[in-house]
């Protein structure tokens, strides 16, 4: 039995400035935040988001700005505060990595694996990407330097703890083929049991000397080392919320056997979710919640490149909710591919996406339901009970698609055993809404209206008011302020058409 439903983006690095990708994560999981609050009530969701903001890079990046680097990180945490503000995020909470609260978590973390031998000191020597803040044997490397960003790397030899992989590679095997919903989409749960079964683990290096990088958490029992990055930013998902007893024990309301527990993450760093943090909490002996997913969406492209600020093709989500709203962003992010895969961007598809989508279908379907209730009835919604009239049989389709019917879409595809179909959801809430304009052209009321039939006409209109506060409460976790804007129009005592939802954009 689900009670409890905790959900995550990945904490953002905060180098440089949000882009589309991580609206895209956030947007995502904000939708399913507020659709599991629909269904299990407020009190039982639970939305973390945040900021990594520890690391060479943000060392480097504060240098180059003159700035200490708690000035820098204070300033671009706020950065993704008020992106998250503007695009409606509705998290519970945002964590920073430079918190009270998760530095002492992280200590107390690494005293346990310490105490344990599940951290030993050695030394390593290896190509290293600063960058990606990653060591890459010499096997790994490419011809253009790492093989996860293409720029170059140094060789580097020095004494660091390392955490031990190997010795759970077996469990974490067993672990994952026991587990099918643990890594989605299935492919990429796939390409993860590949890499496990095809090669040994290396030991993860947790650890940089203080006199090669200050700008970190302090190993509590190593005065000379600073925590790494990744190994630091993954446990945000438990020091956020919950603690370690004194013996011990991890203890938290949002880590239980009834939890459902979903890591949202862009498929680049599928490897430290999939494979690193299951190692860290298995180490600690934290038990996985049974209902534990890592979802690893695809990327946006641009002109079929990944974005990268050095291909001066990055996507800044302000400007675009600047220029096309907050709600036909965030349609657009979750309905032009499916997630998981990647997408190609171009401003000509939002645009395309608002005109046919939102203006053509949906907002024409309102502005006319409005103006019909206006001219036929004085903007009073007819009180007639729909269940009492017999219709054509597109009518009887529309009428089927009420109540659980239309709300089924949303468990189908957003539930909890789903693959998080978020486009499929919307293409059939939109199958609905086109359902119901051919209906106004088919039933065509003005010909109602002129024959006098006005009961006939009440049940028609009460019929498509009723289904439009159900699509209202079906997109609501998609566009908040659209389903907002549509109840209240709805809601008046007399309803008057007011100025379109959407009105059409122009191409440049």
């Known amino acids: 039995m689900v009670n409890r439903y905790y959900i995550t983006t990945p904490i953002y690095y905060v180098n440089a400035s949000p882009h589309i990708g991580h609206s895209y994560t956030t947007t995502a999981a904000d939708t399913l935040a507020r659709f599991m609050r629909q269904r299990l009530g407020r009190e039982n969701v639970w939305f973390l988001t945040g900021t990594d903001e520890h690391g060479q890079k943000i060392q480097r990046a504060a240098q180059e700005l003159g700035i200490s680097a708690e000035d820098f990180v204070d300033r671009m945490s706020q950065e993704f505060r008020q992106l998250w503000e503007r695009l409606s995020i509705s998290y519970n909470d945002f964590i920073r990595t430079t918190e009270p609260r998760h530095i002492s978590c992280v200590q107390r973390v690494l005293e346990l694996l310490h105490a344990k031998s599940e951290i030993y000191l050695a030394q390593y020597s290896g190509w290293y990407c600063t960058p990606c803040e990653t060591f890459w044997t ?17 060789m580097i030899s020095e004494t660091n703890y390392f955490l031990r992989l190997k010795e759970h590679q077996k469990w974490l095997i067993e672990y994952i083929e026991n587990h099918p919903d643990f890594v989605k989409p299935d492919f990429r749960r796939n390409e993860v049991l590949s890499f496990l079964k095809m090669n040994e683990l290396s030991d993860l ?43 011990n024990r991890y203890v938290s309301n949002w880590w239980q056997s009834d939890t459902v527990l979903v890591h949202l993450v862009g498929k680049d760093i599928l490897r430290q979710h999939a494979i690193y943090w299951p190692i860290i909490l298995h180490a600690l002996d934290i038990e996985l919640p049974e209902k534990m997913t890592i979802f690893a969406h695809g990327w946006w492209l641009m002109h079929q490149a990944k974005m990268s600020k050095s291909r001066g093709n990055v996507v800044a989500p302000l400007e675009m909710v600047e220029r096309f709203g907050v709600d036909t962003y965030r349609y657009f992010l979750l309905r032009d591919v499916p997630f998981g895969l990647d997408g190609n961007f171009s401003e000509d598809s939002i645009i395309k996406r608002h005109n046919d989508d939102l203006a053509n279908d949906l907002g024409n379907l309102v502005q006319r339901t409005l103006t019909m209730v206006e001219k036929y009835f ?49 293409q059939d809430i939109w199958e609905v809404i086109n359902l119901a304009n051919k209906y106004i052209e088919e039933v065509k009321p003005w010909n109602l209206a002129r024959e006098n039939k006005i009961k006939e006409l009440g049940f028609f209109i009460r ?46």
């Open 138 to 154: 010499e096997s790994q490397i490419t011809s253009q330097g790492c093989p996860e960003c293409g720029r170059p790397v140094e």
């Open 205 to 247: 290096c947790i650890s940089r000397p203080k006199e090669r990088l200050e700008w970190g958490i302090p190993i509590p029992f190593a005065s000379g080392h600073v925590t790494y990055v990744w190994f630091d930013a993954l446990i945000n998902y438990i020091s956020a919320v919950g603690f370690f007893d004194k013996n």
């Open 378 to 426: 004085g903007g009073v919604i007819p009180s007639v009970e729909i269940g009492n009239f017999k219709y054509d049989s597109n009518g009887e389709l529309i009428k089927s698609k009420l109540g659980e019917s239309l709300k089924g879409i949303l468990d189908r595809h957003l539930g909890f055993d789903s693959d998080f179909n978020f486009s499929s959801a919307l």
């Open 463 to 508: 019929l498509l008011v009723e289904l439009i506060l159900q699509v209202a409460d079906c997109i609501s976790p998609f566009m908040p302020a659209t389903s907002d804007c549509i109840i209240q129009q709805f809601s008046q005592a007399t309803v008057k058409k007011g100025s379109p939802l959407f009105p059409r954009l122009e191409r440049r």
